[in-house]
């Protein structure tokens, strides 16, 4: 069996990865000839709009998914049109367009920040009246990463943020004042199945994600459930195949919906070593037709992403757990270039090894 994957990004290679030992080969469709999932896959190189292109896609593979959501919409449901593309269009535009997003969230009983529309200077000052400071004024669309968007503090804030941001949709949330930010996955196969994963913990820098942890430590089994609830509401809804990654933030005991990213998830790279099933693995299973996996964790895991600099791979591989990942990609400052797993049996192991990872150089925020 093919399968078709529009992006050739480390997401596309650890796809293709996931997929040889279940004798699925790739195809990737993607515009840099030196992507990270090149080596490991059948790239096309083209445009994503490349109707040529992606007609010969259609051509080569039995399905096609994803491994970003900035891909345009009017690709995928062209692709339909000629081939199963799992998850569906709808969702990939659902998750592009954040004030989309929050409406279905709401919609659907998930609880969110406040959120308001803005389209004009005079929007701005309306919704900063409404929504109340502190804020953040976002893109509503192609924000990644901590891009796109400026927090408003106080009301000086909101002339540099428009100079920032104006011109493009904009949606203005409330701030939530959260203790920690956790992710959720969750998978549904094509017969409706749903399976989780623990709920992660994550530790951001400059909108960047460092640190994952996983199961999130102190986590009630009340938040795991509460997560799952909202997670499987968005696969039934939006008729989803494939997996689904939903960040939050947790206040006090509940769950706030951040964003929603309709692919495998950066939160997720502990899966590979840490649990029965990755998340990788998961994905390709549910999009395939194939029974799911487990998504039982494997003692404890922490997933550190390197950025901008890779380690000596020496380094990381003294200290016992850890599973070195590189991408392949050139360096640059901000440049997400591969991540450790560390895993063990229990936390006090776990935290020695990321001591031990510390002392190597291997940094943590």
Known sequence: MRVGILGGGQLGRMLALAGHPLGLECVVLEPNPEAPARPVSVQLVAAYDDA??????????DVVTYEFENVPVAAARFLAERVAVRPPPAALEVAQDRLAEKTCFQRLGIPTPPFVPVHTRADLEEAVARVGLPAVLKTRRLGYDGKGQR????????????????????????????????????????DGTCAFYPLVENRHEAGILRLSRAPAPDTPPELQEAAEVYARRVLEALEYVGVLAIEFFQVDGRLVANEMAPRVHNSGHWT?????????????????????????????????????????????????????????????????????TVCADDTATLEARLAALRAEGVAEP
Do not use: C
């Open 272 to 340: 590979i070593e840490g649990a029965e099933t990755s998340q990788f693995e998961n994905h390709l299973r549910a999009v395939a037709g194939l029974p799911l996996g487990s998504t039982a964790p494997r003692g404890v895991s922490a997933m550190l992403n390197l950025i901008g600099q890779v380690p000596e791979p020496a380094a990381v591989l003294r200290v016992p757990g850890a599973h070195l990942h590189l991408y392949g990609k050139t360096p640059r400052p901000g440049r997400k270039l591969g991540h450790v």
């Open 151 to 190: 927090v408003l503090r106080e009301a000086g804030d909101v002339e540099a943020a428009w100079a920032a941001l104006g011109g493009a949709p904009l949606i203005l949330e409330g701030f939530v004042p959260f203790g920690r930010e956790v992710s959720i996955l969750a998978v549904r196969a094509q």
């Open 52 to 61: 040529e292109a992606l007609a010969e896609l259609a051509a080569r593979v």
